[in-house]
Each structure stands twice: as C-alpha cells, then as structure tokens.
C-alpha cells in the first residue's frame, strides 16, 4: 500500500465530507489539532492521529478514532476551529472567508502568513476534551487534569489502564460540576468579550448577572442529555464499526481472487511471449552467422585484392625510382663533362696565348707575314670546336627524347594494367552487391510474411481475450455496484434516523435558550448595526485611501518606466509586464503586423522604410487604471552582403555538405578550406568529362598558402569503386589522413588558437603602429621560444617541431614552426605576412638545407622577416649552449630587402614566381634605430664606425673586461676582418689570448684572458 497518496486522499477526504468549501490544503502545515464544538463540549483531535486512523479505515483495519472524530463532526455546531502551533485557536469561519475572499481575487492564499497577522482572531479556549486511544483501541477523552496527571502517558499494565479510564470516563460525566463559580464566570466573560470585542463594558457586566442557580441547572440537564447522547453513539459507532469490517473483508477477498486471476494470465502469456522471443533469438543467430560468414568471405577477397594492388603500386613506384636515379645520374654526368671540356679548353687557351707571347719575341717578323694564316687556323679550330658541341647537344636531345618515350609508353602499359585490375574489382564488387540485394530483398519478403502472420494471430487472440475480460469486468462491477449502492442505502438511512433523532433534542435545547437570548439579541442587535455603520464609513475612508495611493504607485511607475532605445529598434522589445509595487502593465500596439503586445518586433523588408509604431501601456493597480504612448521607429532590415566563394565553400564543409565545383581554382579552394578544417575526408561533385583536370597537381602550393593553419600535415587521397553520374557529376570523395590523431590535432589547433590570442592581448597595444606590433611579437616570439637542436634532423620528424602549436604552446621547434607562428600572430594583429620557404646559401654560394621565414607588408611595401635567424641559439649557427648567448633577440634579419637577404637566403620555386619582391627599406631595423639588450638587461652599445669600434676595444682592456659585446650601425664586418683588428689592437695592449665567437655581420662578441 502506498501510504503516501493514501494520506493525500485521507486529508482531501476529511475536510470534503465536512466542510461545504474545502479548507486550503496550504494551511495544513500550520495546523496542530482539530477542535470541535458539541453543544457546550469542546474536542480536540490530534490532525496526524486522525489521519493515521484514516488510513487504517481505508486499508480496512479498525478505526474508533476516525469513527468518532466523524460522528462528533456529524453532531457539531460546525467545524469550530484549528489549533495552530505557533499563535494558538483559530476560528475557522474567519479562516474560511479569508480564503473564499483569495478564491475571488484570484490570489493564493498563504494560511501560515494569515494566521502570524492582525486580521487573525484567535478564541480563548479555557480547556478541551483531548481525544486519544486505548491499548484496546476505543477512544476516550482526556481534560486538563488527566493531562496533568499523565493519563496520557504510556501505560504501564492493563489494570492501571482500567482504573485511569473509569476515573476519566467519571470526569467527563462530572467534570463541569469540578468547575468552581468563579471559573466559569471567567470563562463565560472571556468568550463574551472575544465574540463582541466592541461592545462596551455597561454591557459585559449586565451579562454577567445571570443568576448562578439558573447555569448550574442548565449545565446539569446538558449533562444528562449528552451523556444519553454518547450511549446512543457508541452502539451506533459498534454497529457501524462490525458492518464496515464485514465490507472490507468481503471486497478483500473479491480483490484477491481478481489479482489471482490476473497473475496466472499474466504467467500464461508471459510464458508464450518467452517461447516466441526465444524462437526469434535462434532465428536471428543463425541469419547472423551466416551474414558474419559471408562478410568474412568478403573481407578476404578485397584483403587479396587490395594487397595485390597494393604490391603492383609498390612495384611500380621502385621503378619509377630507379629510372630517376637513372636519369639523375646521367644528368650529372653530363654536367660533369661539360665542366671537364671547359676547364681543358680554358687551360689549351692559356697555354696557347703563353706560346704566342714566346713566338712573338723571338719570331717578330715571322709572326706579321704568318698572323693571317694563324688567323684562319684558329676562325676554322674554333668553328670545329662549335660544330662538335652543336653535334653533342644534338646528341643529347636524342637520347633525352628516345628516354621520355620509353617513359610514356612504360606508364600507358602501367595505367593499362591497372585500369584492368580496376575494371575487374569493380565487377567483382558489382556481381556481390548485386548477390547480396538479392538474399536481403528475400530475407525482407520472408520476414514480412512471418511478422504478417503472428501479427493476425496475436490480434485475433487479444481480441477474444478482451472479449470474455469486458464481459467478466462488466458482470463483476454490475454486481458491486448492487452490493454498494444497497449498503449505501441502509448506512444513510441509519444517519439520517440518528441526525434527525439528534437535530429533535438539540431544536428543543435551542427553543429555551431563545427565550432567554432574544432581549440580549435586540440589544446585540442594535450595537451591532452602529458597529456596521461606523465600520462601513471607516472601510470607504480606507478604500478612498488605497484608491489615491494606488494612483500615486500608477504615476510613480509611468515616470520610472524604462525601455530601450525606441528611436533604432532592431530587435525583440523587453515590455514590462510588472513594476516593483504590484502594478500591472497591459501593452497594445497601433501595427501588430509590427510590434506585437508582447514586444515582438519585425522589422520591414531591406528595400521598405522605416516603420513608426505606437505603443499604449495601460497601468492598473487594484481598480485604478492610466495609459501612457510611445513612439516607437522600427528599423527596416539590412542588406545582406554577398557572400565570397570562400566563405560559401567554408559554411558547406562546416554543413558536411558536398560542393558542386566547376572550376580546378575552386576545386584548390575546397582543399585548402578543407585542411583549414581539419576534415577527415568531404565529397566534391566535379563535371564528369573533364575530371582529369581535377587534380592534387598544386597539393604543395596549397599547403604553403596554408602557412601556420596547417596543424596535422595530411597526406592526401581519392576513394576508388564506381561512381553515380548524375546530370554530368560524378562525386570525388577525398581522405585526409593527418599525422596524428584528428581529435589530437584538433585539440593542437584549439590550444594554438588560444595561445595566439592571448599573446595578441598580452603583447599588443591600442596605440601601437604596425611596424610596432610587428617588433613587438617578433622579440616575444625569439625570447620565449627555443630551436630545438634535437628536431633539426630528426627522422620522422615531428609534427610539432614543424607546426605553430610547437613554438607557441610547447616553446620549441624549428625554423618552420618559428615562421608559422610569426604567420599567425601578425595576420592576428591586421598585418599582412607570408609563409615562406626555401633554402640556405651556404658561404660558397651553393644551396644548403631547408629553410622557412616570412615576407611582411608593411605600407604597401614587402620586407623579409626570419625570426628563426633572430634568435641566437638556432640552426644558423649550429649554436645549444646557451652560455655563450649575451643577448635574447637580435634584429640582423628583420625586415631586411632582398639583395641582403639573399645572401644567405634562396627563394622557393613556387616563392620565386608568385611571391612579390622585398624591396622596403622605409621600416628596416637600421633605420628604425631601435635599442637592443643584453641578458643582463644592459643595453647593447652601438657603434658606426671601424676607428670606434677599435676604441671600445681598446678602453675594454685597459679597463681589463673579459668580453665585449657591440653592434655595428652603418656598416658590416665579417669575423675575418674583426679578428684583423682585434690583432692589431692587442699588440702592445694585451698580454694573454683574445676570441671572436660566432656571429653576423651586424654584431660581434670578443673574449679576451688576460695572464
């Protein structure tokens, strides 16, 4: 049983069957006891002992104090009052009319804030007649003086127990004649006085002189009369009490034989629905291995496939490699040659013009009759010389072009071969789908068949099952209702026998008590009328008075009514609905089309005007009501910009979307926007006839454009198998396998975002220019970031060293992830930057390792930046002990022109041809005459010329300083010409060794060890 909802109906229950309007269930909490009036009785009950009673009777269980609370209520005057715990009696017509006033304003009624106020009345109850239960479990009532006593208390032995309700039961007989004169008249004055608070006390005291005879009399005959009274209805109570028991049993019984039949139909099917689930558990086992089997099958015939392409790719790739190497080599070899003939054709010449020199002194006059001779000798060695190259090179191209046919023909057989292997898988792949369409469109056939026919015979079966359970149900409740509506009727008609016999002796007990209070009522009366007037007028003043102060509350919320900007209204308007003091606002609106009641604004089309609206607020407070107008202009929409090819491309691959392409310069777009991404595969629909010309060919220029947003270095590559041809389409799925985890890379990528924007907040400032910003993040980048030696030439690299996330969220990489940091950071801040790559110019003019850095536009005009080379540990000089490092950032390549930078810097082939040329000069380091520091926070002094510089050495080993550190402004030494004067100035100045470490040509650092 769940005593929860039971005791939520008990509640409902009791107060509906006693009051005609229900008391508010949210004044239970307050409520300690219910008290009772029965004639000049006074009974209190317990409210958690009457419900738990309550629940008994309802569970069929014995309930004499549930039975007695009821009949007591059937017997009373009215439901008298409550007992609340906090305040003390409480009159339930004054609680009844608060709520019935609530009801009608349309509020809630709070019974625990009502009964703490001055509008509650309480009643002065000198005593009540507390009932409670027995051992046995009869109810007897308990006054003051049991309590005192502690009858209430547990009892201790059945013997006890007997002599306590005797000595209780004597005291409700007698205990009104316990009470002295004195007391009662107190009692009487006080429940006078609470009942007529206004009355005056001329009157109070003519009440009191009703002579003592008379009540002693009246009180002993009410005695009698209720003793008779509780006789008659503890035998009715009895009576009633065996007829309820007899129900109940009755009606637990026919529930259980239902519930009886109930489980074993439940079994029945439950058993059935078992069989069948189990029956469909083989069935879906067996279809499974098989499925799994034929999967596996499958799985190895492309397993076989995909290895034998797979090997035929290998195999063509290594021929593909030796015939490089092939070709590699006989380049090389030629050039070799060409190189040999030169020097032998310069050293023939020298020799032969040191001949001639020897011929002429000796052979004068021979050399002038012979010079025309010697002329057309060496015009005719020298044509021959030229015929030959000519021959050679002629040669050459033979081969070279018998070479590239040899190649074509090799690949058109290799893409033969492999066109063939393709077109067999494809039909392979054909005739199994076209197989295993088959076996699933039986498969469904024969399901549907089976699922048809269980379906048909479970609803004939529940058809006649709820057939035969309609008509025992109908026939079962047919017979309840006889057996109820016939006990009804014998318990009402015994009620109405026993209220009619109660309500006889209480007409006459009433009828001498008229007599004798009609005088007192006429007078009552007449006081009561000029009570009425005198409070009639005080409410009008008081309702007067809440009218103006209404109005007041009114005023005061039109003043302070605030809205938004209604001269440039764009969105939804916040209409208050209510102010602070309760008063209520009601909105209309002169264009709902525009602005409705509610504040929903919409606004006019782009090409319409602004629209004027009028909205009238209507404020009321209790029956005072006033209306205020505003003007409202609501702003008609924008127009919405055209969206670029880029960002359309970039909303589809969000929407994973295909994208119809027909373009090669579009179909780059999707890539690059893709790899931006971080997608692992999209879908392009490109035109079926030219999709050859849909290609990986600007992979690398992609990649480069890409700069510092290429976070995971994917490898690329196309779904094969057959393909849909719809209006001239066909779709390109396209996998990007990155080289790491893609949830890892996206996370690298957050992280670096994060970091480029704080650093952006961190570094930059509001009144920074751009050349500014640009120093600014190119120091923070070259001081918190280190070269990681260890990466330069580590195999696989990577791919942190080589992204942005190394530099700015690890603090280490190499050249290419300095430069990509430098890429996002300046874009970041509004300065325009390239990723750029190339090599290193090593010191005899050749083309060294890889390299990376960045071109900066700055007032439309490019410069150089290599923040790699800035930064005294890093591949440049081949520098990790940080020991010998005195200053963080050095500036020798920032924003530096071509024809220095190229000196030690060669262009890319794709920069070379599509990047522009670095000519400024207006921001370069030298001229923006920034200051540099040392380590120590010392400023790196400067000097402009050679004869200075010798100065600062010399004053160094006067002054016996183990190092010096300068920079040249204006001019450039390399270390050969450093050491040159530092020789010359250390004879005669210095006696021990001295040192130049490696360095640029804008800086030098000297050592000197003094003996």
Known sequence: MNKKSLKVLSIGAILGSIMQVGMPLSAEAAVDAYIIK??????????????????????????????????????????????????????????????????????????????????????????????????????????????????????????????????????????????????????????????????????????????????????????????????????????????????????????KEKAEKERLAKIEADKQKAEKEKSDELKQEELKKQQEEKEKAEKERLAKIEADKQKAEKEKQKSDELKQEELRKQQEEKAEKERIAKIEADKQKAEKEKSDELKQEELKKQQEEKEKAEKERLAKIEADKQKAEKEKQKSDELKQEELKKQQEEKEKAEKERLAKIEADKQKAEKEKSDELKQEELKKQQEEKAEKERLAKIEADKQKAEKEKSDELKQEELRKQQEEKEKAEKERLAKIEADKQKAEAEKQKSDELKQEELRKQQEEKEKKEKAEQEAQLKKEQERLQKIQEENNALIEEAKNNIKLEDLSNVKDNLRLPTRDSNGVEIEWKSSDESVIKYDGTVKRPN????????????????????????????????????????????????????????????????????????????????????????????????????????????????????????????????????????????????????????????????????????????????????????????????????HSAYGVLVLGKGVCESYSKAMHLLLNEAGIECKYATGYKKNRDGRQGGGHAWNIVKLDNEWYNLDATWDDPVSDRVGRSDKDVVVSPVIHTYFNVTDDIFNKDHIRGEYEQKNYPRANGTKYSYDNLD??????????????????????????????????????????????????????????????????????????????????
């Open 38 to 255: 029965v004639s000049q009785e006074i009974y209190s009950y317990n409210k958690d002992e009457v419900i738990e009673d309550f629940l008994n009777y309802k569970a069929g269980y014995k309930s004499n104090l549930y039975n007695d609370f009821y009949i007591k209520l059937k017997m009373a005057n009215g439901f008298y009052s409550f007992h609340d715990k906090k305040t003390g009696y409480i009159k339930y017509e004054d609680v009844e009319n608060k709520y019935l006033e609530s009801k009608l304003k349309n509020k809630k009624f709070d019974a625990e804030k009502f009964t703490e106020s001055n509008e509650c009345k309480l009643i002065e109850v000198n005593w009540t007649k507390k009932a409670i239960m027995t051992i046995e479990g009869n109810v007897r009532y308990i006054t003051p003086n049991d309590v005192n006593n502690s009858t209430s208390n547990n009892v201790k032995d059945d013997k006890n127990l007997n002599n306590k309700e005797n000595e209780n039961s004597h005291k409700d007989n007698e205990g009104i004649n316990n009470i002295s004169e004195d007391k009662l008249k107190v009692y009487e004055e006080r429940k006078h006085k609470h009942k007529h608070r206004h009355t005056s006390s001329e009157d109070s005291t003519s009440k009191t002189k009703i002579e003592n005879n008379e009540v002693e009399e009246k009180e002993k005959a009410e005695k009698e009369r209720l003793a008779k009274i509780e006789a008659d209805k503890q035998k009715a109570e009895k009576e009633k009490s065996d007829e309820l028991k007899q129900e109940e049993l009755k009606k637990q019984q026919e529930e």
């Open 930 to 1011: 920034i200051d540099e520091f040392m380590n120590d926070g010392t400023k790196v002094p400067k000097v402009t010329t050679r004869e200075e510089f010798k100065q600062k050495l010399i004053e160094a080993l006067k002054t016996k300083k183990t190092t010096v550190y300068v920079r040249f402004k204006g001019f450039k030494m390399n270390q050969q010409e450093v050491m040159n004067i530092l020789g010359e100035v250390a004879r005669g100045n210095l006696s021990g060794s001295y040192s130049v470490s490696p360095t640029d040509e804008n800086h030098v650092y000297c050592s000197f060890i003094f003996r």
């Open 606 to 801: 782009a090409d319409e005007k602004d629209k004027k609206v009028t909205l009238i607020a209507t404020f009321t407070k209790d029956s005072a009501t006033s209306t205020k107008e505003f003007e409202a202009i609501v702003k008609a929409q924008e127009k919405l910009p055209v969206k670029t090819e880029e960002e359309e491309i970039a909303e589809l691959l969000k929407a994973d979307k295909k994208i119809e392409v027909n373009k090669p310069e579009k179909f780059d777009k999707v890539v690059k926007e893709a790899i931006k991404q971080l997608k692992p595969s999209f879908t392009v629909m490109i035109p079926y006839d030219e999709n050859q010309k849909y290609n990986f060919n600007n992979f690398n220029k992609i990649m480069l454009e890409l700069g510092g947003h290429d976070y995971g270095k994917p490898e690329i590559r196309t779904n094969g198998g057959q393909v849909q041809i719809v209006n001239g389409k066909m779709p390109m799925t396209i996998q990007l396998n990155y080289r790491r985890d893609i949830d890892e890379v996206r996370n690298q990528k957050q992280a670096t975002e994060a970091e480029v924007k704080r650093i952006i907040k961190e570094v930059i400032k509001d009144n920074m220019t751009p050349v500014q910003k640009e120093l600014a993040l190119h120091d923070y980048v070259v001081k918190h970031a280190d070269y990681n030696m260890e990466g330069l030439n580590k195999r696989p690299a990577d791919l942190e060293d």
